[in-house]
């Protein structure tokens, strides 16, 4: 991590005491499939595809670490390509261990900071099914945070899904426009590389 990072993490967000958040590397891939796996509300991806998100996309997501470095939560998200101001967040899941910390909504802050002062950042989507109360509450109160309007709608019913078993309908909440401060401003404020 750069000195402009670390300032930019120290700036836009809080850790819980004794953990840290970071870029995910291609060694978290399996810590990462099993703590999505562990927490029973995520669709769970193949091992495979978590080795190919933190190669591909560990600018777009965060894992947060504990003291040894262990993995315990992470977000994966993606820019979505015909909307570059738009991050869209795949999955978000903490091990059962660091829940109620706040860990959740840390990651998301620190995601989103480092998206926006890499890429810039307007909206960020996420899709949650009915009922995925703490995926509601992270969102809301994201957008509470950031001043930001939260949209929903629903993205894929039922019918979207094959028919090998039921699957809820996936709800498109679309949070912005959000803001922040430009990247030149840091430097402008003291902070350097």
């Not at 978000?92 to 890429?119: F, I, M, S, W």
């Not at 078993?165 to 902070?191: M, N, W």
Request: net charge negative.
């Amino acid at each position: 991590m750069t000195a402009a990072q670390a300032d930019l993490q120290a700036e836009f967000l809080e850790m819980p005491e004794g953990l840290r958040i970071d870029r995910p590397e291609v060694a978290d891939g399996a810590a990462l499939w099993r703590i999505a796996k562990d927490s029973r509300t995520l669709d769970l991806n193949s091992s495979y595809s978590y080795l190919l998100w933190c190669r591909d996309f560990a600018g777009t997501s965060v894992v947060a670490r504990d003291k040894e470095g262990m993995p315990v939560g992470f977000i994966t998200g993606y820019v979505r390509p015909e909307q570059p101001g738009t991050l869209l967040v795949w999955q978000v899941a903490v091990d059962t261990a660091y829940r109620g910390r706040g860990l959740a909504a840390a990651l998301l802050d620190g995601l989103t900071a480092r998206v926006a002062h890499d890429r810039g950042l307007e909206t960020v989507e996420t899709t949650i099914t009915p009922g995925n109360t703490a995926s509601e509450r992270l969102f809301t109160s994201y957008g509470a945070r950031h001043g930001a309007d939260v949209e929903r709608e629903v993205l894929f019913d039922t019918a979207h899904f094959p028919a090998d078993g039921p699957h809820d309908p996936e709800v498109l909440y679309r949070i912005g426009p959000l803001s922040f401060p430009p990247a030149d401003q840091a430097h402008r404020s003291g902070q350097t590389d």
